[in-house]
DNA sequence: TGTTAGCACTCTCCTCTAATGAGTGCTAAC
DNA sequence: GTTAGCACTCATTAGAGGAGAGTGCTAACA
């Protein structure tokens, strides 16, 4: 059996039913308010064909049918056609995008707000992985007897400030000269990277500044590694899943929450298998908790250079093109603000 | 009529069987699980006293009974007795409070996580207030092309550091200039405290450099006073509430969960009236949503000055014993944790 | 051969009713 | 003052019946 043209309109007319209703669709309401120019009894023979091809189900006998996941996919894929943004939203995010931004982190955080508010729905905000990030300059400042204020300025812009625990007996001099030696020899390196050699050196350089040296270092481990693994991500509008139909049970919105605690899943959940705009609907996802529900993500660039992800988490039943768009928009602009702006944080 | 030492048995016996089984309460129940020596018979006598007292009261006719406000907020003051922590709980508590920690951000969430899993309640916590924190000491340091570091340090020992727009014609000696102008005028007074005369003293000085010292001012005042409304506070275990039979209902956990995401309602909640330990029983919280809800809440103190508080919220029907031990034995631990390892942040 | 009207059938959802059971208040006896 | 007994109340539950939506099938029609 082929999908023909009038199959493809009856189940657009079926999944936008759906969406719109969260109701099983059923074959009078198609003919009343689709005017496919049939009766309901041929709908009801194209259903049973569209059933059998995988695309819609009955969630029991004699209920009207809901899209599959494949019928979804292929909504999507297929039938959808090109996506538009409302000139209103469009505005909105412009409106925001211009705003003078400093901190990466004010903009992703912003980045998840209006992601969840245009689509009411959750939203999935990666912000620039700062894992890479390698050791750029390393200063010293005065703070107290005995302690010193340790400022690193990372590769990628970011400034970090610990205080180190000193002994009495170091100098300012004492200092610079530390600060030198970090700055010559390991310009450029993550700790990671730091051969065993070149820690060697340090230390024969500096040999009598020891603890200050094992102090330091374990304060770079932290700076310029330790980051890297728990990269958070910022939900957005978690509580609009509430409002969802398919959220009423309360056992499935505990399982639900409880996985939006945690970062590993959400990041799974987020990456893309490629560049660009991913859909990933229902039973796609791994994970059970996310059975019913889609991901439309998408990754951002600077210097075209991928370095985060955004994405827009919500029931199966979805309105995917206007998420698609405005997530589609928004990474865009996302891309734009950044190269733009240029605010701290990104590698 | 008066609460005689019967009364208040069967008043305590109705308060933990409610909070151990969150059903209603019958006479029958208590002769049987309480070795009080009377009859049902008696006890119901005893019951509608109390209810005329205004300590019970009845869901609907001829179902058990159920705490008051006042019945807890008597069960609370007189009938509680003293609250003893297991030793368990002790023991973990301890635990955690030698872990070593040197942000202070470190120890507000530990103890948020700490609170919420050892009651299976949410926690609050709110941090040291930053808000009165004034200028201590600028330092600038080379960053890139037109753009330096500008490193403050608090009088209460934190560091910020900000990127700040200079212009190119700017040299190492003139921001020294700026940081020794700033020094000295400002120490010790926040932002808002500058008067306008001081103002005009650095303009005056520095003449040259305007542009940099709108800029750093600008940084200025959202270091040492914007911090001040919206100091966070730190909420654990949320979820939790999702197992309260109390909260089986979803549009209530919609209000809740919408109440968390704001933060001066529960700044209201967990400020106390009073020093020391709170207990807030129902309705004598303001807010509709919490009218279910109790919470306990102490300050913590460094120094002999409370600088900022902790507090567990939860269905009035809580464990009143055991969660005031322990906020209690929590707020001793944070104060002594504060004063010995003095971690950066707390005035 | 494709389309349509008609019709019996299915299954959910809602409402109504009756039975159950926990718990009370009252009365009278101890 | 305490208690046993009893009638009464009311939430909860289960079951029955009806309404309604929607289907699949059949037969007639173009």
């Given at each position: 059996?082929?999908?023909?043209?009038?199959?493809?309109?009856?189940?657009?007319?079926?999944?936008?039913?759906?969406?719109?209703?969260?109701?099983?669709?059923?074959?009078?309401?198609?003919?009343?308010?689709?005017?496919?120019?049939?009766?309901?009894?041929?709908?009801?023979?194209?259903?049973?064909?569209?059933?059998?091809?995988?695309?819609?189900?009955?969630?029991?006998?004699?209920?009207?049918?809901?899209?599959?996941?494949?019928?979804?996919?292929?909504?999507?894929?297929?039938?959808?056609?090109?996506?538009?943004?409302?000139?209103?939203?469009?505005?909105?995010?412009?409106?925001?995008?211009?705003?003078?931004?400093?901190?990466?982190?004010?903009?992703?955080?912003?980045?998840?707000?209006?992601?969840?508010?245009?689509?009411?729905?959750?939203?999935?905000?990666?912000?620039?992985?700062?894992?890479?990030?390698?050791?750029?300059?390393?200063?010293?400042?005065?703070?107290?007897?005995?302690?010193?204020?340790?400022?690193?300025?990372?590769?990628?812009?970011?400034?970090?400030?610990?205080?180190?625990?000193?002994?009495?007996?170091?100098?300012?001099?004492?200092?610079?000269?530390?600060?030198?030696?970090?700055n010559q020899k390991m310009k450029g390196y993550s700790l990671s990277q730091v051969k065993r050699s070149m820690l060697h050196e340090i230390y024969s350089e500096l040999s009598r500044q020891r603890h200050l040296i094992d102090n330091a270092l374990e304060m770079l481990d932290a700076i310029l590694d330790g980051s890297e693994e728990?990269?958070?991500?910022?939900?957005?509008?978690?509580?609009?899943?509430?409002?969802?139909?398919?959220?009423?049970?309360?056992?499935?919105?505990?399982?639900?929450?409880?996985?939006?605690?945690?970062?590993?899943?959400?990041?799974?959940?987020?990456?893309?298998?490629?560049?660009?705009?991913?859909?990933?609907?229902?039973?796609?996802?791994?994970?059970?908790?996310?059975?019913?529900?889609?991901?439309?993500?998408?990754?951002?660039?600077?210097?075209?250079?991928?370095?985060?992800?955004?994405?827009?988490?919500?029931?199966?039943?979805?309105?995917?093109?206007?998420?698609?768009?405005?997530?589609?928009?928004?990474?865009?602009?996302?891309?734009?603000?950044?190269?733009?702006?240029?605010?701290?944080?990104?590698?």
């Open positions: 059996m082929q999908m023909d043209e009038r199959k493809r309109k009856i189940l657009r007319a079926i999944v936008q039913d759906y969406i719109a209703t969260a109701e099983p669709v059923g074959s009078r309401t198609i003919a009343r308010k689709f005017d496919l120019g049939v009766s309901p009894a041929t709908i009801r023979n194209e259903m049973a064909d569209l059933e059998e091809l995988g695309f819609i189900e009955q969630p029991y006998t004699s209920a009207g049918r809901i899209p599959s996941d494949a019928g979804y996919r292929y909504f999507v894929d297929c039938l959808m056609g090109a996506q538009t943004l409302s000139d209103e939203d469009k505005e909105i995010i412009e409106r925001e995008s211009t705003k003078k931004i400093c901190e990466i982190q004010e903009v992703v955080s912003q980045t998840s707000r209006l992601l969840s508010e245009l689509t009411s729905l959750t939203s999935l905000v990666l912000g620039p992985q700062k894992g890479k990030s390698a050791f750029g300059k390393m200063h010293f400042l005065p703070y107290q007897p005995g302690q010193v204020i340790m400022v690193i300025v990372k590769e990628n812009g970011v400034v970090e400030n610990h205080i180190v625990d000193v002994g009495d007996n170091l100098t300012a001099e004492d200092l610079q000269k530390v600060a030198d030696v970090f728990d990269e958070p991500i910022y939900l957005g509008g978690t509580l609009n899943m509430l409002n969802q139909p398919e959220f009423r049970d309360l056992d499935k919105v505990k399982s639900l929450f409880k996985v939006f605690e945690e970062n590993e899943p959400l990041k799974k959940l987020l990456l893309p298998r490629q560049e660009g705009l991913n859909v990933t609907i229902g039973g796609e996802n791994t994970l059970k908790e996310f059975r019913d529900c889609s991901v439309i993500s998408a990754t951002y660039k600077v210097n075209g250079k991928t370095i985060g992800a955004v994405g827009v988490l919500g029931p199966t039943r979805m309105d995917y093109g206007k998420v698609i768009a405005i997530v589609d928009f928004m990474t865009k602009s996302l891309t734009e603000v950044l190269a733009r702006g240029k605010p701290r944080g990104y590698k």
